[in-house]
């Protein structure tokens, strides 16, 4: 089970804003304040320190540099500060264990879906590739944007949503169900089609073809 369990935003500079440690309790949490005092980019802030895409309004960008989030795994607690500008730029720090620097969604991702203890699996593109899930393609799961909802967060931007059958791809792989949509490493089919032009192109030395193709679970294999 994984918990959240401090938010912070931390200030640029000297005269830059802070919002103090948040503490959450570990069932339900209220943000109450009057409009324009910061609920929304603080709530924001979870799961923008998990990686989702989130674009904060221009005062926090220039008065905020990053976001921490405190997560407890199992018995292991873990300070993920994630920078507000820039390009993809995170740390992660736990007592006892090295720091570690994340500048790519992708190697972030998968050491989130690692430490949040979600199987392994590849996911099928929209142009038919294959590719391990991001967390801009988990977190919808679980956030819902005042303004967008929840399912529209899926197709914000093309770059953004890239899986095929995206929302329920990913809520199968939550609740542990098998995939819709299977998918195909392109490489294999392209190895194999490279050695089968390789084949025609050599006869047999008694002139007959000694090409014997087998098609298993989706791959081409060629035989001699």
């Known amino acids: 089970m994984t ?7 931390n200030p640029r500079g000297s005269s830059g804003w802070t919002t103090g440690r948040l503490l959450f309790g570990r069932t339900i949490n209220l943000f109450l304040g009057p409009n324009g005092s910061g609920k929304t980019p603080a709530m924001k802030g979870i799961p923008f320190a998990l990686g989702h895409p989130i674009e904060f309004p221009a005062d926090i960008k220039e008065r905020c540099c990053s976001v921490t989030l405190n997560i407890l795994t199992g018995a292991k607690e873990y300070a993920i500060e994630r920078q507000i500008t820039g ?8 007592v006892g264990e090295n720091d570690l620097e994340f500048s790519s969604e992708k190697d972030f991702s998968t050491w989130l879906t690692n430490s949040l203890e979600l199987p392994n699996r590849a996911f099928a593109t929209r142009d038919g590739g294959l590719t391990t899930p991001y ?5 919808p799961m679980v956030w819902i944007d ?3 909802g929840w399912k529209a967060l899926y197709s914000p931007l093309s770059t953004h949503n890239f899986l095929k059958d995206q929302a329920l791809e990913i809520l199968r792989w939550v609740l542990g169900v098998p995939s819709l949509n299977r998918p195909v490493d392109r490489t294999d089919y ?13 006869p047999a030395g008694d002139g007959r073809s000694c090409l014997r193709t087998t098609h298993r679970c989706g791959r081409l294999y060629v035989a001699t």
């Open 146 to 148: 005042q303004d967008i």
């Open 3 to 9: 918990e959240l369990t401090s938010l912070l935003f």
């Open 190 to 202: 392209a190895k194999a089609k490279q050695q089968l032009e390789g084949h025609r192109s050599t």
């Open 87 to 94: 390009g993809f730029s995170a740390r992660v720090t736990s």
């Open 135 to 139: 967390a801009s393609a988990l977190l």
